[in-house]
């Protein structure tokens, strides 16, 4: 009779124990009529709670410590969070939420049975019901720890088990559907050097399949395990079927993978970027996206930005396994989904010709071609170029040091993030707000001595050319690109409104981000008089406009603003926001998705206003006057621009050459920007550079760039 009361109570404590969601409430909470629970049920279930809210919190230490003495004297507790963290990472689960629901104990012992369920990357939600068991010890009560804790299935020695289903990585292609990153075979070419016969020859098919020195090869493997296969160097499939009776020899062995080719040694890299392993501290991320530790990710450029894109979703199958490995039952499946191929708005042939134009001089530099009518891009350059096929090769670790180290920061994307000064381009702006504000016309007539006294004379400020341009107009003015012009311009600005000016830069969209999304670009700086409180604690002063009338002072531009800029004078004052990605092919359910043109804003000027500026600028490239016009003779193609010569503060040396403009190619205009550091003027190195590509785009023949370029022949 006595232990049949004893079970009704037990019972009637589990009911009341199970309609309760939470810890019980403080007394003062608490009906009157609530009986009080006994002393050892209440520690038993602060106990169990505790842990399982722990677990949910993946508190593995805190977990630990409500263990009973004994099991933690044989476990220790990496073992135990090992234990959980090999249950949840196989499973892909990244969350977990263990909710208590009822409570049993007698003699010193107890369990809790709680639900479960795991969020993962790959399976959705899994679901079981478990079982916790508790212990009294010394007048305590603690958790009776099983493996079978983490998940009921994993009784004894039982495992889970997943195999992946990864669909291949999708290719990024130009506008009309070439090659920019595409899946490939990775080929690591090696030597066993006990298996060599002759290595005269050995070595001599090496050197010409690799085009690396005999010594180089040797030395790779000299001194190493003759048993072992010492890696050499990475090629193509293509290269490795090419080259198969070269490397068809005793000692040489070949071990070929999946890989990623960058076409053309990477053409593009900058815009495009490249994969790698995924970073360690992004590890947790993608794995919480169902991603192998293995992957390889897009860490830059298009290949980072359309990683979901491209990658698809890994499938699998989660299975339970026992300890010899077999398989017991599958848990969970899921269908891999294929990534969707990019098509970008690049012209590969116009992409790899600008990048060869631009690195012909030698220096860093950037080139942009963008149509003007929408803002997609044609080609992107950013100089140094790099091969980033490098980045795939474990060979090649060498030359990603190289690229890493390199003072001339090859990985740069100077289009996007250069900033710079831009000279006399800025001088465009200048005329337009002076126009729209009445304080000049285009009769306007100003005197060029060569210099100019308008902040005193100890503030004398040159013109470009030193023997003056005499009496001049504005229309002129901007052709020849006249200093004193704007001098002139910049002071009566600054006397009519210090902000005059650089609100009129804002609104052409100088000094902030055009809005391009897919890689990273700065937003450069437009001066103002309260940015100069705000920075330097000073007033802005009249030398300021007048510096900033000829586009030097505190002013920072990206070359992408820049032909963001002359593309809007070029299609009637539309600025346009910059894009790289013309379509997103179809696959996974989603029909082919194209990028539609977007006007971010005016040029604040009147049609009239615009019409000057296009004037002006086609004689920069036509008339005697005009600084490019020697650069452009003989080009059927109408070219409309501005040469720019830019003092950067802080670096030695000549200024940055610009040149910034628009052409007609067919039924669409084209605006570009080339731009090189320390080389010079402006019309000397930047404006050929043009004219080579304006002949790129027709399939013309490129007119040499000039001998000297040093010589001071236009700002």
Sequence with gaps: MKSRQVFLILILISILWSCTPSPSPTPEALPTASPTPLPEFSAAESVGRSFLAAWSSFDYAQMYAYLAPDLRAGLSQEDFTLAYNTALNTTTAYAVTAQPQQLAVAEGTGWIDFAVSWETALFGTLQATNQLHLTREDEQWWVEWRREAIWPDLAGANAFAIEYQVPTRANIYDREGAALATLSTIVTVGVIPNQIENEATLLANLSQVLGAPESEIQAAYVGQPTDWFIPIADITGDES???????????????????????????????????????????????????????????????????????????????????????????????????????????RALQDAVENIVSAAGQPGAAVLMDADTGAILAMVSVPKFNSNVFLRPTDAWQRQLLLNDPQVPLLNRATQGLYPCGSVFKIVTMAAALETGLATPDSIYTCPGYWDGLGAANRKACWLETGHGPINLMDGLAASCDVVFYELGMALDNSSPNL???????????????????????????????????????????????????????????????????????????????????????????????????????????????????????????????????????????????????????????????????????????????????????????????????????????????????????
């Design 241 to 347: 079927l090419a080259f198969d009776a070269f490397l068809t020899i005793p000692g040489i062995e070949r071990r070929a993978r999946p890989g990623r080719l960058y076409p053309l040694d990477g053409v593009g890299a900058h815009v495009i970027g490249w994969v790698a392993p995924i970073p360690a501290e992004e590890a947790e991320t993608y794995r919480q996206a169902g991603y192998r530790a293995d992957a390889l990710v897009g860490v830059a450029g298009l290949e980072a930005w359309g990683e979901s894109i491209l990658s698809g979703k890994n499938g699998g199958r989660l299975s339970l396994i026992d300890a010899d490995g077999n398989h017991l039952r599958v848990l969970a499946e899921r269908d891999p989904e294929r990534g969707r191929p990019l098509y970008t708005t690049l012209d």
């Design 501 to 715: 000016l650089p609100e009129y830069g804002a609104a052409f969209g100088l000094g902030a981000a055009t809005g391009l999304t897919e890689i990273p670009e700065a937003a450069g700086l437009m001066p103002a008089p309260d940015w100069k409180l705000e920075t330097y604690f000073e007033n802005w002063s009249a030398g300021d406009s007048v510096n900033l009338a000829i586009g030097q002072g505190y002013l920072l531009v990206t070359p992408l603003q820049v032909v963001q800029m002359l593309g809007a004078v070029a299609n009637g004052g539309t600025l346009y926001r910059p894009f790289l990605i013309d379509r997103v092919g179809e696959g996974s359910g989603f029909s082919e998705q194209p990028t539609l043109p977007l006007a971010q804003g005016n040029l604040p000027i009147s049609e009239e206003t615009l019409a000057r500026l296009q004037t002006a600028l086609r004689a920069v490239t036509t008339d005697a006057i005009g600084t490019a016009s020697h650069r452009f003779t003989g080009l059927d193609i109408p070219v409309s621009g501005k040469t720019g010569t830019a003092e950067a503060p802080g670096v030695t040396g000549l200024p940055h050459a610009w040149f910034a403009g628009y052409f007609p190619a067919g039924e669409r205009t084209l605006a570009a920007v080339v731009m090189v550091e320390t080389v010079g003027e402006g019309s000397t190195v930047a404006a050929p550079m043009f004219r080579q590509i304006v002949e790129a785009v027709y399939g013309l023949p490129l007119t040499p760039l000039p001998e000297n370029p040093d010589a001071r022949d236009g700002d």
